[in-house]
């Protein structure tokens, strides 16, 4: 029974280090950053590079995805839509692409492309059913006291609160919690509400989360109830709604910080975008130093408005 007993922990032993050597490869194998994500969720494009039309190849069908969330596809009931078939509607949506973002119009994803589809952005799209929305809601490059105007409103629209609405009250409420790099969101939000209320006639107000507000602020993952899910590390940041909706989530599953390192998003920064569609202002694809451009390089720091901003802001509610 003795021998029995030592033969039985012997084997208990060795498989005990079999399962730990095999643990620590797989961990070694997806090393997982201090956030716990497993990928980046536009990385799956860089794979793309150098793809054109006529082609499958795997990996197509998200980059498909990719455009649609954007509002730069629609499939609509083609055959296509879910397949690596790279056809005549990817080529064309990659081509309006390439031209909102003014890069050389190929139709093919260059390297160019490829990487500036790969920087982190806002996920609110820049297009609805494939036309500039800002372009049919007054004339491109209007003349203002800072020169050139850029600036654009939601489409149909313009989207504005009602002019007896100055007063705008916000609450907290995630369903995710504990987000690291947040733990000042409050004082940085009402940083960033206080840049469009130096340029306007807003007033902003925190209220308790049980209080009825016109904003509401929360992080969150995945799918969250608003039908435009969060696609997880390094994608879509954050989106908000024109008024008067008034919902602004942030992604859970980002890397935020109030002071950013090279692989951090700015907290402020992003705020102040995501505050300028809750006021009615839409994506700026011209001007990439202004507020309302939509992509969000990591550790860049970007807080205050330009003047496209303000005149845009200032345009859309009659200020002068």
Same mark, same amino acid.
């Given at each position: 029974? %003795? $021998?029995? $007993?030592? @033969?039985? $922990?012997?084997? =208990?032993?060795?498989?005990?280090?079999?399962?730990?050597?095999?643990?620590?490869?797989?961990?070694?194998?997806?090393?997982?950053?201090?956030? +716990?994500?497993?990928?980046?969720?536009? @990385?799956?494009?860089?794979?793309?590079?150098? =793809?054109? @039309?006529?082609q499958n190849v795997s990996g197509l069908q998200e980059l498909k995805k990719y455009l649609t969330k954007f509002g730069y596809l629609n499939y609509d009931h083609s055959k296509h839509a879910n397949d690596d078939e790279f056809d005549d509607l990817l080529e064309s949506a990659i081509k309006s692409y390439q031209k909102s973002f003014h890069l050389n119009v190929t139709g093919s994803l260059d390297t160019t492309t490829v990487k500036q589809m790969m920087v982190p952005r806002c996920g609110v799209p820049d297009v609805v059913n494939g036309t500039r929305k800002g372009t049919k809601n007054h004339?491109?490059?209007? @003349?203002?006291?800072? +020169?050139?105007?850029?600036?654009?409103?939601?489409? %149909?629209?313009?989207?504005?609160?009602? %002019?007896?609405?100055?007063?705008?009250?916000?609450?907290?409420?995630?369903? $995710?919690s504990q987000v690291p790099g947040t733990e000042n969101v409050r004082s940085i939000c009402a940083q960033a509400f206080q840049k469009w209320a130096q340029v306007t006639s807003f007033t902003f107000e925190e209220v308790p989360a049980t209080s009825s507000a016109d904003i509401t602020i929360g992080f969150h993952r995945g799918a969250h109830g608003d039908m435009a899910p969060f696609d997880g590390f390094k994608g879509a940041l954050a989106h908000a709604n024109p008024p008067t909706g008034g919902n602004f989530h942030f992604d859970a599953d980002e890397k935020w910080s109030a002071n950013p390192g090279p692989n951090e998003v700015d907290l402020e920064s992003v705020a102040v975008h995501e505050i300028g569609h809750l006021l009615g202002l839409d994506h700026n694809l011209d001007l990439p130093d202004a507020i309302m451009y939509p992509k969000f390089s990591y550790g860049i720091v970007k807080r205050d408005l330009t003047g496209d901003d303000i005149d845009g802001i200032r345009a859309l509610y009659g200020l002068q």
């Open positions: 029974m %003795p $021998a029995m $007993a030592s @033969k039985t $922990a012997s084997v =208990c032993v060795v498989f005990s280090l079999l399962i730990f050597v095999l643990l620590s490869q797989k961990t070694l194998a997806k090393p997982t950053d201090p956030h +716990g994500h497993q990928h980046d969720s536009f @990385k799956f494009i860089q794979h793309l590079e150098g =793809c054109h @039309k006529g004339n491109r490059k209007l @003349k203002s006291i800072h +020169g050139v105007s850029y600036y654009e409103f939601f489409f %149909p629209g313009p989207l504005r609160w009602p %002019p007896t609405k100055t007063h705008l009250r916000y609450r907290f409420a995630s369903s $995710a």
